[in-house]
C-alpha cells in the first residue's frame, strides 16, 4: 500500500449484493490489516436475498432462507459494522452522518452518545439499492401492497390469506369475486413471479382450505407496455402469458396505465377495477440521499440514478464510488447497466478492486460485464431460462433456476434454509400461516 497515511478509512453503505460483494473484497485483500480501517453500513442487521421475496409472501419460503444477518458475514479485527440510518453526505468534507435506532428506556442513558455519529471516509461505496417508485400516481403509495422488502412480504402473505377467511364469510358472489380479485401493477419480472405464484397458492393450498369460494378466485396484470417482460425477446412474453392463463386464466391488460388508486378501485384510464388487493410491482427507482457538494452530482431522472464514470466513480470526487441500483453506468451501445442483482454484484466487485488499485498506486480497472442469462419462475412448472443465447423452459429452465439462485444465497444457514424449503415442498403444502 502506497499511502503515506497511518490508517485509511474505506466506508460502504449498504449491505445489498453490490454493497456485501464489494465489502467481502475489499475485506478478502486487507483482513486484520490495522492500516485500513472497514466500515459496513446498513439500516438493518441483514442482507435479504431479493430475487426470492415473493416466494416468501406465498409461503414457497420462509424468511430465514433469504435472510442472512450481516454480523454473521466473514469479518475481522479492522471492521466495523454500524446499523444506522444514513442522514446526510458531505462530499467535500468527506464525512457521512448517520442516526442510531432509538434504544429502550433501560438503556438510554447508556446509548445517549451513540444516538448521532460523524463517519469519516478516505474512500466510500455508495449501494443503498433502490426503492418502490410509484411514478406520482395519486393514492399508489396509500392504497397499494408494495414488495421490495421482507416487512412486505410479510403484509401481503396475511393479506392474502385474510381476504380468502372474509369471502368465507360472505355471500354475495360478487362481495366474494371483489374479495378474491388480485391485482399485479407490473408486468415485468417481479410482477409475473408474483402472479404465477399467487396463481399455484389460489389453485392448491388455499383452494383446499376455503373450497366454497377458491373458484371465485381471480389475477389481473395491468401492464403499461405493449407486452409482459419487455426486458427481454418476445420468447419470453409468450411463455409467460401462456403459462399464466393455464394456471388460472390470469387477465393480463397491456398497454394499460394506472391514473388513480383509490381504497378498494384501481383506475385504468377512464376505468375502474373494484377490488381489495393491489399490488405495485411497476418499477423502482434508486434510494435518494441527501448529498451536500460543491461540484455537481448528476442523476439520471426516470430512475434517480447516479451518473458515474466508467470506472464506478463521481465525477470530480475521486475515491467515491457508486454501485448496484444506484448506479448509471452506461454500456458500449450508450445505454445504462439494468438494475440486476448480476450487475450489482459485479459492480461491487470492480469498486472494491478499484479501491485496491488505488491503494497501491495502479489504475483504475473500467466496469464492463455481459449479461449471463435471465431466469424466471412463473410457479410451480413455469421456470423460463436464457443462458448464453441458449433458452430453456419447463423442469429444465426449473432446475436451472433453483441451482442458480440457491448458488448465490448469502450464508450456509440461509442457503440450508432454502434447499430444506424447496425440498420439502416437493411433498407437502406449502406454509399458509400468518405471520
Known amino acids: 500500500m502506497n499511502r503515506k497515511f497511518p490508517h485509511v478509512n474505506v466506508v460502504i453503505l449498504g449491505a445489498g449484493f453490490a454493497g456485501v460483494y464489494a465489502y467481502l473484497r475489499v475485506l478478502k485483500e486487507y483482513k486484520n490489516d490495522k492500516r485500513v480501517r472497514i466500515t459496513l453500513i446498513n439500516n438493518k442487521d441483514e442482507f435479504v436475498f431479493i430475487p426470492l421475496i415473493h416466494e416468501v409472501a406465498t409461503g414457497l419460503l420462509s424468511p430465514a432462507g433469504v435472510t442472512q444477518p450481516i454480523r454473521t458475514l466473514p469479518t475481522a479485527s479492522n471492521v466495523r459494522f454500524l446499523e444506522a440510518d444514513i442522514e446526510t453526505l458531505d ?9 442510531y435506532p432509538n434504544y429502550s428506556k433501560d438503556h438510554k442513558k447508556d446509548a445517549s452518545e451513540l444516538e448521532r455519529e460523524t463517519i469519516l471516509y ?7 439499492g433502490s426503492e418502490t417508485n410509484y ?3 395519486p393514492g399508489a403509495r396509500e392504497n397499494t401492497l408494495p414488495i421490495k422488502n421482507l416487512d412486505d412480504t410479510k403484509k401481503i402473505k396475511n393479506h392474502l390469506i385474510e381476504r380468502f377467511e372474509e369471502a368465507e364469510m360472505l355471500t354475495s358472489e360478487n362481495e366474494i369475486r371483489r374479495a378474491l380479485r388480485f391485482i399485479i401493477v407490473g408486468g415485468g419480472p417481479t410482477g409475473v413471479e408474483m402472479a404465477g405464484e399467487i396463481a399455484d397458492l389460489v389453485v392448491s393450498e388455499l383452494a383446499l382450505a376455503f373450497p366454497r369460494v ?31 392463463y393455464k394456471k388460472t386464466r390470469t387477465r393480463i391488460l397491456l398497454n ?9 378501485k384501481v383506475f385504468v384510464g377512464n376505468e375502474s377495477i373494484i377490488t381489495d388487493t393491489i399490488i405495485w ?5 434508486a434510494k435518494y440521499l441527501d448529498i451536500a457538494s460543491v461540484h455537481p452530482v448528476e442523476f439520471e431522472k426516470k ?19 457508486v454501485i448496484g441500483d444506484q ?8 445505454q445504462a447497466y439494468p438494475m440486476r442483482a448480476q450487475f450489482a454484484v459485479r459492480e461491487g466487485i470492480v469498486a472494491a478492486e478499484n479501491i485496491v488499485r488505488s491503494l497501491q498506486g495502479l489504475s483504475l480497472k473500467e466496469f464492463h460485464f455481459q449479461d449471463l442469462g435471465f431466469i424466471l419462475s412463473i410457479g410451480k412448472g413455469g421456470a423460463l431460462a436464457k443462458i448464453m443465447g441458449v433458452r430453456f423452459s419447463g423442469p429444465i429452465a426449473w432446475l436451472i433456476y433453483r441451482a442458480a439462485y440457491l448458488t448465490k444465497v448469502v450464508g450456509v444457514r440461509a442457503k440450508m434454509n432454502t434447499l430444506l424449503d424447496w425440498t420439502l415442498n416437493l411433498f407437502a403444502p406449502r406454509d399458509i400461516s400468518k405471520f
Open 214 to 244: 377458491s373458484g371465485m378466485a381471480s389475477i389481473v396484470i395491468i401492464q403499461g407496455a405493449p407486452r409482459l417482460v419487455p426486458q427481454m425477446d418476445q420468447w419470453f412474453s409468450r411463455k409467460v402469458e401462456k403459462i399464466l
Open 327 to 334: 448506479a448509471w453506468v452506461h454500456e458500449k451501445d450508450g
Open 135 to 137: 411514478y406520482d400516481v
Open 122 to 128: 478516505d474512500f466510500l461505496v455508495l449501494a443503498l
Open 303 to 321: 430512475t434517480g440514478r447516479i451518473k458515474v464514470t466508467s470506472f464506478l466513480e463521481l465525477p470530480y470526487y475521486n475515491g467515491v464510488f
Open 91 to 99: 462530499l467535500d468534507r468527506k464525512e457521512v452522518k448517520v442516526t
Open 256 to 264: 394499460a396505465r394506472v391514473t388513480k388508486v383509490e381504497p378498494g
Open 281 to 285: 410491482t411497476a418499477g423502482v427507482k
